[in-house]
């Protein structure tokens, strides 16, 4: 079992059972939705997720692509697509109370990866700000 929750607390969830997978997602849905070149899920099935706390605001923006997220902070919390996905809810792990407890097991969706991700492995890299 795990919890999670958005960054302002207003909205709260848990996870029971085994992870299906989790994956890199770099799809242009994706990144617009997290603002961001990548999104790191954790898919469950749907009857292993429950909300706790709160009540999300949810986006449909790709047509069966259905994305919950908090109206108060705007964390995205989970997303489903019965057509694609039928029975699975995807969590962004980041959004977990321990997020390092579900390290991605693939990259999915590269069809659609930003092409300067190829070098981003070199980049240099600061503990905090670069002095």
Sequence with gaps: ???GGCRCGAVRYEISGD????AL?????????AGAPMVAWLAV???GFTLLQGNPASYNGAGRSIRHFC?????PLHFVNEEMLPGIVD????????PDAAA???????AERRAWMAGAGNLPEFERWPG
């Design 19 to 22: 992870a299906l997978h989790s």
């Design 91 to 98: 969590i962004p792990s980041v959004t977990l109370d321990e």
């Design 1 to 3: 079992m795990a919890t």
């Design 104 to 110: 991605p097991q693939a990259h999915i969706q590269v």
């Design 45 to 47: 099935k749907a009857e």
């Design 71 to 75: 109206s108060m902070c705007g964390t």
């Design 25 to 33: 997602c770099h799809c242009r849905d994706c990144q617009m939705a």
